[in-house]
């Protein structure tokens, strides 16, 4: 948090068309309400408040979790881990980032619009 500064700080990307997209396209996503953990939450805080002043530039923070391979690859050096931890292929990954980023450059040029549907977890 900043001195005077709110108590929380909101994307302005817009997360909901985002996630609708990459849904589309059948890689499992989410809209939250947080960040993650104190580094993570600490990191997009500190980038919305930089960017208070500029209201027209998009923001926000993308978690992505770990790629199967990592997964695997750290599973064939000791014993599985995994106990349902999320992950995803990289190549899914990276199509849902590059999703989100069309996403965002499409409400840019007035092409997209957030849809008025409630969303999001706390984590």
Do not use: W
């Amino acid at each position: 948090m900043v001195d005077g500064g709110p108590a929380a700080r909101f994307t302005t990307l817009p997360a909901k068309a985002a996630v609708a997209a990459v849904r589309e396209a059948g890689i499992p996503a989410g809209v939250t309400y947080s960040a993650g953990t104190y580094v993570c939450n600490a990191t997009f805080y500190a980038l919305q408040h930089a960017l208070a002043e500029h209201p027209g530039v998009l923001s926000g923070f993308v978690h992505v979790p770990r790629t199967t391979e990592e997964l695997a690859a750290r599973d064939s050096e000791s014993a599985p881990t995994d106990g349902g931890e999320p992950h995803l292929p990289v190549d899914a990954l990276a199509g849902a980032l590059e999703i989100v980023v069309r996403t965002a450059l499409g409400a840019v040029r007035g092409e997209v619009s957030e849809p008025a549907v409630a969303a999001g977890t706390l984590h």
